[in-house]
């Protein structure tokens, strides 16, 4: 029993609180500004080499070097959204999602550019499981799912007590609604962006410093992101959360039954199916 | 415009001015005049597509205005912003999608306050008072109500910034007679609290019934104006618009 959790649960709890971070990205995105954004996984390997160059550049230890990272790739999302998708805000969403493709391809090549295609590491140490009554838990393991239930607590008291979360519900719920009561489009719009990129960067860089960093990473995690965003409902940030503890678990799990060769289909096929039979999702989201 | 205030009447608190207007190149509404007074509940009647929604939207600046005028306490608002038209004392209760449904009661109305600064106390006792039924459900989900309960929710958030002018589309819509009857009774005490009401009822035998004025609107511009029971006892109107 112990081994079956050690091998099989903590690792998909972990992988779970990585896609959960890019899931909750994906549907603010969804609700908030309504299209789905392809670039999402590209965004947050660029934040996780943020993370290593700030680590290489300034010395400051991979997990303090986080924050800076999470800042960089806020405003670097921030950034796209002025230069790109904000042009294509009263065309159909569709040209956004199309945008958002290319500009995923166009931050994967900087990255392959300025840090080369080979495999990189935060760090050499080889960090011991440590045993807490048989469970075997990393320290980066801890950190991850310490890291993830802090940004969550934080996102989700800021969305529920907060005037300007408020705002951002009120916006994903009934946009015309809001702009009524005095909503600013625009400062809603730049908020969502801002933590978009902030939890993008947390997850690209939980997923390189648990295994290690490549420039497909985020790209390869995008597909198990958008299920867990859709299986927890579109626009239900909780939700995000569940569905990527379920994929993560789900993909960890599948190797008992298919070669594991097929995981990364776990996450294909559940979506498939969440999508035919629950569209609004296990938290009633928005339907696509 | 200039408007002068004279002792012997009263100054209308809106007046709308041969308005000509809609939402692309075709113009919806066709020369809509009308005007209300202050404490003065005034009803827009009229078939489906007649631009009743649009003339109500054109006062909230949602809506492109090519020529005509728009006065709200004898100040040319014609062309401002929603958000501005709000924060000068008009607020829109939309005919559809008129609440958060995914928020509770009581942040709905906080929403309803966004633009306000500083203790909000009051102006919840305020609307709690209006609504008790609202009190009770104040952590429900708006989404989870009934319809007459939703649309209480829509008028107690568009009552939170203490408007001097309420513009209500369709308030009464697929609602049962009983809160119909509480809806339009809703309306006398916010008038009789100090607020004006301009409304579009597909009701429309109720609603001349029970305000002060009417409106007739037709294919974009005012058909018949008077008071609810002349239109009522007109028969011609009776017979082109009424049904009968
Ligand atoms: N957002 C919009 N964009 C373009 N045309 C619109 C829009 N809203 C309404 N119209 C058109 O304007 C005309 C008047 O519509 P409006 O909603 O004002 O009518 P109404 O009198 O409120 O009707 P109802 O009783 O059905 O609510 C209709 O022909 C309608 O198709
Ligand atoms: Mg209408």
Redesign the interface.
């Known amino acids: 029993m112990l081994e079956f959790i050690n091998f099989y649960i903590i690792p998909g709890i972990v992988i779970g609180a990585i896609y959960a971070l890019g899931a909750i990205g994906i549907t603010l995105i969804f609700g908030i500004l309504r299209f789905g954004h392809f670039a999402h996984g590209d965004l947050a390997t660029t934040g996780a080499y943020l993370a290593l160059g700030v680590t290489t550049l300034i010395g400051l230890t991979p997990w303090l070097s986080l924050p800076v990272a999470m800042i960089l790739t806020a405003l670097l999302a921030y950034g796209i959204h002025r230069l790109f998708y904000r042009h294509l805000e009263a065309r159909p969403k569709i040209l956004t999602v199309m945008a958002s493709l290319g500009i995923g391809m166009m931050l994967r090549s900087v990255v392959q550019v300025a840090w080369g295609v080979d495999p990189l590491a935060y760090g050499s140490g080889i960090a011991r499981a440590q045993s807490f009554a048989g469970l075997m838990l990393r320290p980066r393991e801890i950190a991850t799912l310490a890291l993830t239930l802090a940004l969550v607590a934080t996102l989700l008291a800021f969305l529920r007590y907060s ?1 300007w979360g ?2 951002m ?2 916006m ?3 946009p ?8 600013d489009n625009d400062r809603v719009t730049r908020l969502t962006w801002f933590i978009v990129g902030a939890l993008a960067a947390a997850s690209g860089f939980c997923l390189g410093i648990n295994t290690e960093l490549t420039t497909m990473m985020g790209w390869s995690a995008m597909l198990s992101m958008f299920a867990a965003a859709v299986l927890g409902g579109v626009g239900r940030v909780e939700g995000a959360v569940v569905g990527g503890l379920v994929i993560g678990l789900a993909e960890e799990l599948s190797v008992l039954l298919v070669p594991s060769p097929y995981k990364s289909a776990t996450a294909f096929v559940i979506l498939l199916a969440i999508l035919l039979l629950r569209p609004q999702g296990i938290f009633k989201g928005k339907v696509l | 415009m200039t408007h002068t205030p004279s002792l012997d009447r009263p100054q209308p608190i809106l007046i709308m001015h041969q308005v000509r207007g809609g939402y692309g190149d075709a113009d919806i509404l066709q020369g809509v005049s009308l005007t209300v007074m202050p404490q003065e509940i005034v009803v827009i009647v009229g078939p489906n597509g007649a631009g009743k929604s649009t003339a109500m939207k054109a006062v909230f600046g949602l809506v492109r205005i090519r020529s005509g005028a728009i006065v709200f306490e004898g100040e040319d608002i014609t062309g401002w912003s929603p958000d501005r038209i709000v924060r000068r004392g008009i607020s829109y209760v939309p005919q559809v999608d008129n609440v958060f449904r995914e928020m509770t009661v009581h942040e709905n109305l906080e929403m309803g306050a966004f633009l306000a600064k500083g203790d909000l106390s009051a102006a919840y006792d305020r609307i709690y008072a209006l609504f008790p039924d609202l009190k009770t459900k104040r952590h429900a989900l708006a989404g989870d109500l009934s319809g007459g309960q939703r649309q209480m929710v829509a008028m107690g958030r568009a009552l939170m910034l203490d408007p001097k002018l309420l513009l209500l589309d369709e308030p009464t819509a697929g609602l049962s007679p009983k809160y119909m009857e509480q809806i339009f009774q809703i309306c006398r005490d916010v008038r009789d609290s100090g607020v004006s009401i301009l409304l579009v009822e597909q009701h429309a035998k109720q609603a001349l019934a029970f305000c002060d004025r009417g409106y007739v609107l037709a294919t974009g511009a005012n058909r018949f104006e008077g008071s609810g029971r002349a239109i009522l006892e007109d028969p011609e109107i009776a017979q082109m618009f009424l049904g009968g």
């Open positions: 005037k408020k705002a519900r009120a994903s719920d009934n015309d609604l809001a702009r009524l009561c005095g909503v």
